[in-house]
């Protein structure tokens, strides 16, 4: 058990190198010199000197060795890079807006499950009947209707009928519980009815699958009451790849938080990586990428240690 | 001797009225589906003829306007008739979705079957490349691609947005179809042809890839869904089609949003269309899979 | 015993209806003694198996309709219960037993735990009580370390063992009455009959009636006292085994205890088959179901028939009974076995394997060992121009590894394959793509060894095209039908995909394909493992007439060692990658010499009650050792009975005890 924990951890390591030597190289793909894009949409000079003065600032003119090595040794001390826009450390801005988005992640998640499992399970144990169709229309919303949509008309409700406004700025859970929630319940319901969709589904055709098991049949055979068969015997084998889902998912929505984020005005780092975008800053939009890239990583180790507690079959092997 | 199997032939492999019209008898959802999309692409292809305005047609004595017989859908704050945009955004929705799906669906299915048909250290060397593309949501990469590329129209159609949207797919297909060709592959009845000395190309062509058709065909419809839904969140973001082009996420945006207290149906009928869309072709896909793959459960 | 056993299950006129039109089970009605066993017998589709899940009502409520019947089980009709009453009755007082080992277990609970829940529900025992039961049932089974076995998960038990914890949980509420659904169906043959003899012992001291639901006239010789006989979903004949195996009263029973090739009988004729097809329920005819293919069947047969009492005691739906007693009709006798033409001096040598090896690395991920499978180790055979070779073993063996190596699908890890006195294995890829045609093969899985997009037609003319053995379509097209008539099937069917054809049918296509190729060697990868018995007739026949037309060479590769018999002119017999044993085929069956093949040849039982009450079979202990490390010394040693010291330190080597009989065995002493 403790070798297969080493043996993923080890197994992290080629993986985050492949991601920052593809963020590295990412940069120096742009057609045209990063700098020039950069500043020509601006809207700013571009003479041959101020072009100059930019890439030194940067550190573009050092040989490519140089600037990778410069690159890992960055990762190494988590020292991003100054943005190129704001002239401030990459590392700092993602820092603090990262607890935004994460708690929109978290809440969403938590939203999905407690909307999903028992949905999921009933759309399964009663499929073909009204209640499966019911369930089932309500998922294909979730995965049809554009969340920033959805976004956007929970938001006209709640200006017109409860002539609610979107705060300024993040109010932090410490210093006002209620403001919080008020302010971060809609965009986590909005995300999390997508989610829930998603997981609905997985669910239900995950049950549906062990239900036609053979050793649910021996359940029965054996006489087991058909409450406990869907309990014991089927619900827990079929959530096993809901937990493979919730996990990365949750990862998925750091990134993916981006459009809610704009639609209700949260400050967290989905904004910023639109804002990198538009404004081409290449140095933020690695440090973004790679960060991504880390969340991603680790949930999916997360995610195998639950399996590998929880499945018996890898845990003897 | 005596013939005929108590099997019931399951679908012809060349399509015919007969294996159509078996389709929308077993799956009506999907029929239904089937005719919104064929509506949605002829609305796209005839926009100019069939929409009662002209997108780009400005009218300042009509701002704002909410949906009456003159304008179905009532007009933007340039006095533009909504109704109008929107059949004008189905075609760029088709176009964008079409054409980045097929793309990245054909990318990805190449890339995954030969990953598969090689296997050994180029399937390892290309599925940790995968690996490390998956790891991010799709919107995250389409940015991305749209932060490098910039934008390149070409004939009024945004190349880049095209590929923007199309290599985020690449990864996602490429697994599907490579679990697909290992399965295939583990055949006998590819091993009879190798034994019986057939060359690779043939072997590929002849054996493998028609029967990696199905799948190829359901991912593509999946993804075109996902492709028009990604194509309007770009453009929500201001990342996708520019200005003045009619897009439905582009409508969404802007001045859809400073008006929305007073002027409700900017945001209502544009949701609406790119709704009606992604259902279509997720039902659509959802249907063809369940009549293709039938698991009969006696 | 005293006094007649009483009567313990009782169904009549069961008919069970899927989606309000096939009807899987038809009017069917048997009786059971306590303590006795009765066979279900049947072939795919008979409707066997849903008969017992009927009588457990474990049908999908919503799709399965019980059209008529009762069910009367220890007084009380199964079909009346409500579903609570069913639940408490199922597993304390009838159990059953499925086919499927592997996934008949709830993989992420505990075996202790699935063993003790029944004994918790129905009988109420305490924690500690029911693990004590527990660990009785799992000695009782022939499990040993039971209390630290019984925290485990399924994972951790192969397949036989899988099957005793079934048996085991089957048992753990003293149930009257145990259904077990081709429960061995899925095991090698000595693991098979290591389980069979276990369930046999059980019901006789514990005094539980079994119902066994097979398609093995072998099992039902050996283990049952009644036989029930069910074909289209009707039951066509039932009586004692005795009876229906020696004066059956029906005939389709006759039909197929003509069409099973015998283990113990030397090889006088060809295999009687069955002509044509089961119909299809869904449009079932009223009348007799067997009609369209019985030899007897006359006008009166169109009526619905009914099961009348025989002179044997036992019942028969054929209108005919009586004239089949008398003798009156009989079956038309079976073609005499062709001579093998063989040249003078014995054959020529046509394959040469030369200490044949394959062992394949197994990468079990970062920083493990990589495993080794010893898949093929040190085979050396020779096989002779015009004959059939039979190959067979358990899982494990190679012998389906070594048909690879010999087709050129895997490549050899050492040693030589010879054909025709060239080395095929150091061939240059030009010259081995021109053996190709010469070598072919015939795949065991009808359903997927045919690509099924591809019209028959276009699947048979694809090495024509390949090869240029015919120029242009039209003489493509001829040579099709050609290959396609020669095989049996009719020209029309080369317009059909694989889907719309039978099993038997689409392995005829296969042979069709192998044929296209006008090779001169064959290897028969289980070809015909996956077909009906009747079914399976019509091919060997098939096989064996092409072999004479066209002077081709088998290796045939199988488990079932009664159609090898039949089939092969030589045998050689496989455990865990090597060869133990080799000689003609009446040798090896009448006088088997390695004590591998003698284990192997008692543990398969032979469609004959009477000889089957003669024989006092050895069951070999232990399970299967796997492949990934085989024992040391002579692989078998683990199991063989008279295993000593020296076996586990000596790898023997096959030496010819008597002329054309090799035995790779120490303790064997060689003969004149």
Not at chain 3, 62 to 73: E, K, N, T
Not at chain 3, 160 to 174: H, K
Not at chain 3, 372 to 389: F, H, I, K, M, P
Request: hydrophobic share 50%.
């Amino acid at each position: 058990m403790t070798s297969y924990i080493a043996r993923r951890l080890l197994m992290m390591i080629p993986t985050l190198l492949g991601v920052a030597i593809l963020t590295f190289f990412m940069l120096r793909v742009v057609p045209g010199d990063v700098v020039q894009v950069k500043l020509m949409a601006d809207g700013g000079m571009v003479s041959p000197a101020a072009i100059e003065a930019e890439r030194v600032r940067l550190g573009l003119d050092q040989s490519l060795t140089v600037q990778f090595l410069d690159w890992m040794r960055g990762i190494f001390t988590l020292d991003f890079g100054n943005s190129m826009w704001t002239g401030r450390p990459v590392a700092a801005e993602i820092a603090s807006r990262f607890l935004v988005t994460f708690q929109a992640a978290l809440m969403a998640t938590i939203i999905a499950v407690f909307i999903a499992v028992p949905l999921g399970t009933v759309s399964a144990l009663y499929r073909g009947s009204a209640l499966d169709y019911i369930v089932r229309v309500i998922t294909i919303g979730g995965l049809a209707l554009p969340s920033f949509w959805i976004g956007m008309l929970v938001l006209l409700c709640l200006l017109r009928y409860a002539h609610w406004l979107p705060p300024i700025s993040y109010v932090s859970p410490t210093e006002d519980p209620w403001g919080n929630f008020t302010q971060m319940i809609w965009p986590s319901l909005v995300v999390g009815y997508r989610f829930s969709a998603v997981l609905a589904r997985l669910i239900r055709s995950s049950l549906l699958d062990v239900l036609n098991e053979d050793y649910i049949r021996t359940a029965r055979a054996k006489g087991v009451p058909a409450r406990t068969v869907i309990w014991l015997h089927a619900l827990k084998n079929a959530l096993l790849p809901a937990v493979t889902v919730v996990g990365l998912e949750f990862a998925f929505l750091i990134g993916g938080l981006v459009v809610t984020e704009q639609v209700f005005n949260l400050n967290g780092v989905g904004k910023l990586f639109i804002q990198a975008v538009e404004h081409h800053d290449f140095t933020m939009i690695q440090g973004l990428v790679m960060m991504f890239a880390v969340i991603y990583v680790l949930a999916n180790l997360i995610v195998d240690l639950i399996y590998a507690a929880i499945d018996p079959r890898i845990r003897y092997r | 001797m005596t013939d005929t199997a108590n099997l019931q032939p399951r679908r012809l492999s060349r399509p015919t009225f007969g294996a159509l019209g078996r389709f929308a008898y077993q799956q009506p959802v999907g029929a239904v589906s089937f005719v919104v999309i064929v509506v949605m692409l002829l609305a796209g292809i005839f926009a100019p003829w069939v929409s009662p305005y002209d997108a780009l047609a400005v009218d300042y004595g009509a701002l704002l306007s909410p949906p009456s017989l003159d304008h179905l859908a009532g007009t933007d704050a340039f006095g533009r008739d909504v109704f109008s945009r929107i059949i004008h955004g189905a075609r760029t929705a088709m176009i964008i979705g079409l054409s980045s799906a097929f793309l990245g669906c054909t990318g990805g299915a190449i890339l995954g079957a030969a990953s598969a048909f090689f296997g050994g250290r180029v399937d390892s060397a290309i599925q940790r490349f995968v690996d490390i593309l998956l790891a991010f949501p799709l919107v995250v990469l389409a940015l991305v691609v749209v932060a490098i590329l910039g934008r390149n129209p070409v004939f009024g159609i945004d190349i880049s947005l095209i590929f923007a949207i199309a290599i985020p797919i690449v990864p996602q297909v490429s697994r599907v179809i490579r679990a697909a060709a290992l399965t295939v592959q583990a055949m006998p009845y590819i091993d009879a042809a190798r034994t019986a000395g057939y060359s690779n190309s043939r072997i590929i062509l002849r054996h493998m890839a028609p029967n990696l058709v199905t799948p190829y065909l359901i991912m593509l419809t999946a993804y075109i869904a996902q492709a028009i839904l990604l194509e309007a969140t770009l453009s929500f973001l201001g990342l996708g089609v520019a200005e003045p082009t009619p897009a439905w996420g582009l409508m969404l945006s802007g001045n859809a949003q400073d008006f929305f207290l007073t002027a409700p149906w900017l945001v209502i009928f544009p949701g609406i269309a790119i709704s009606l869309a992604v259902i279509a072709f997720n039902l659509f896909g959802d249907a063809l899979r369940d009549y293709l793959d039938p698991r009969l459960k006696q | 015993m005293n006094g007649p056993a009483p009567e313990l299950l009782r169904v009549e006129d069961l008919s069970v209806e899927f989606g309000g039109r096939l009807r899987a089970v038809d009017g069917v009605g048997f009786t059971l003694k306590a303590g006795e066993t009765l066979a279900v017998v049947g072939e795919s589709g008979s409707g066997k198996s849903v008969t017992a899940l009927s009588l457990m009502r474990l049908l999908p409520e919503r799709i399965a309709r019980y059209a008529s019947g009762r069910v009367a089980f220890d007084g009380k009709d199964l079909l009346d219960l409500s579903p609570a009453e069913m639940e408490k009755l199922r597993g304390q007082d009838i159990a059953m037993i499925f086919q499927e080992p592997m996934t008949s277990l709830n993989p992420i609970l505990t075996i202790g735990f699935q063993i003790m829940e029944p004994l918790r529900i129905h009988l109420g025992l305490s924690g500690a009580q029911a693990r004590a039961r527990a660990v009785e049932l799992l000695e009782l089974v022939g499990i040993s370390d039971a209390e630290r076995r019984l925290d485990q998960y399924p994972h951790q038990f192969s397949g036989g063992m899988r099957q005793r914890v079934m048996i085991a949980i089957g048992l753990a509420c003293d149930p009257k009455l145990i259904i077990a659904d081709e429960p061995t169906t899925a095991l090698d043959v000595t693991i098979q009959a290591q389980i069979l003899e276990l369930m046999k012992d059980l019901s006789r001291r514990l005094d539980i009636a079994l119902i066994l639901i097979t398609h093995n006239l072998g099992i039902v010789a050996r283990y049952a006292d009644r036989v029930a006989v069910m074909y289209a979903a009707r039951i066509v004949e039932s009586g004692t085994a005795e009876a229906v195996f020696s004066r059956p009263r029906h005939p389709y029973t006759m039909g197929l205890l003509r069409s099973v090739p015998r283990l113990d009988r030397a090889r006088q004729t060809r295999l009687a088959t069955i002509e044509g097809l089961p119909p299809d329920l869904a449009n079932a005819p009223l009348g007799c179901r067997f009609a369209p293919r019985c030899p007897f069947a006359i006008d009166a047969c169109a009526e619905p028939p009914h099961l009348s009492e025989t002179d044997t005691g036992g019942l028969s739906a054929c209108h005919r009974w009586e004239e089949i007693a008398a003798g009156t009709i009989r079956e038309v006798p079976a073609e005499p076995a062709p001579a093998r033409l063989l040249a003078a001096g014995g054959p020529k040598e046509i394959m040469r394997l030369e200490k044949l090896t394959k062992t394949f690395e197994i990468s079990r991920g970062i920083g493990r060992k990589p495993g080794a499978v010893r898949a093929v180790q040190e085979v050396s055979l020779s096989v002779g121009e015009g004959e059939t070779l039979g190959l067979v073993g358990e899982s494990g063996c190679g012998k389906s590894t070594l048909g690879r190596l010999i087709l050129g699908l895997e490549e050899p890890t050492s040693g030589t394959i010879a054909f025709e006195g060239k080395d095929i294995t150091a061939a240059p890829p030009a010259e081995r793509r021109r053996l190709r045609r010469d070598i072919q093969v015939i795949f065991q899985d009808p359903f997927s060894s045919l690509n099924p997009r591809m019209t028959v037609g276009s699947i048979v003319e694809e090495p024509l095209k390949v090869y240029g053995l015919r120029k242009g379509a039209k003489a493509r097209g001829e040579r099709v039908r050609e290959l396609l008539d020669q095989v049996g099937l009719r020209a029309d069917m080369a317009e059909r995909y694989p889907h719309q054809l039978s099993g038997g049918q689409r392995q005829r296509v296969g042979i069709a394909r192998a044929l296209a190729m006008e090779p001169r060697f064959i290897v028969c990868d289980e070809a015909v493992s996956a077909l009906d018995v009747s079914i399976q007739g019509q091919i060997i026949n098939l096989l064996e007439r092409l072999q004479a037309e066209l002077g081709l060479t088998f290796l045939f590769i199988a488990h079932d060692l009664a159609v090898v018999r039949h089939i092969s002119t030589r045998v050689a017999v496989m455990y865990l990658g090597r060869v133990m044993e080799i000689a003609d085929r009446d040798a090896i069956y009448a006088e088997p010499l390695h004590p591998y093949t003698k284990v192997l040849l008692d543990a398969a039982p032979v469609p004959d009650p009477e000889v089957e009450k003669m024989r006092a079979p050895r069951i070999v202990n232990g399970d299967l050792p796997s492949p990934l490390s085989p024992p040391s010394g002579c692989v078998f040693h683990t199991r063989c009975p008279i295993a000593t010291e020296e076996c586990r330190q000596t790898i023997p080597e096959p030496r010819e005890i008597r002329p054309g009989h090799f035995a790779a065995c120490i303790k064997v002493e060689a003969q004149p």
